[in-house]
């Protein structure tokens, strides 16, 4: 069912296949996460940001036009889940103010919060592996987990079979994982 294009899923769920919008959350989740984690505190937030956007979008997929890409429909929903989750928890950027005599909140801005220095050295050890991984494991590693490219769009891109991939994108998280003193990931 991996090989079924986005809108025939939407129709397919619309007809009642549960298993279709299982496939559309495998799909899209992992980009609706780092579009969420933009405006969440920590990843519970993100997390629920996401959890959100799929309940909406499950309740109205019928809206769905076809007019852009699923991936953008989700994103937008991702997007509006994002701000109602501020502002359920208050936290909108026009309640905060500069005055000479008031404090500012570090929960209201999250670039207030930021310290570069705190994960200097994992930052540099991970900078350095990949800088030293081969090119092909590198180029796996990027479409699937900075790109969000599922493993058939980028064996596709790369032009290599998708075990290949899986087989570079693992080599690579590997190598990555024990530069910065991590586990291992699982397969």
């Known amino acids: 069912m991996d090989y079924i294009n986005d809108r025939q899923l939407v129709a397919n769920y619309l007809t009642g296949d549960r298993q279709a919008f299982a496939l559309i959350v495998r799909r899209h989740r992992k980009r609706m996460y780092f579009a969420a984690r933009n405006f969440a505190r920590n990843e519970q937030d993100a997390q629920d940001i996401v959890q959100d956007a799929l309940f909406k979008a499950a309740r109205s997929m019928h809206t769905y036009r076809g007019e852009a ?23 909108s950027g026009a309640q905060c103010s500069l005055d000479d005599n008031d404090s500012v909140d570090i929960d209201a801005n999250k670039y207030l919060a930021y310290n570069p220095m705190e994960n200097m050295e994992r930052t540099m050890a991970m900078r350095q592996a990949l800088a030293v991984l081969p090119q092909a494991q590198r180029k796996a590693l990027w479409l699937i987990d ?37 586990a291992a990931p699982a397969r």
């Open 146 to 182: 900075v790109a969000g490219m599922s493993v058939g769009d980028a064996a596709a891109e790369l032009g290599v079979q998708p075990g290949t991939v899986k087989s570079r994108r693992y080599r690579a998280r590997e190598a990555v994982a024990a530069a910065i003193g991590e």
């Open 69 to 91: 890409k699923l991936s953008t429909w989700l994103h937008r929903m991702t997007i509006n889940a994002a701000i109602d989750h501020q502002r359920k928890d208050g936290r």
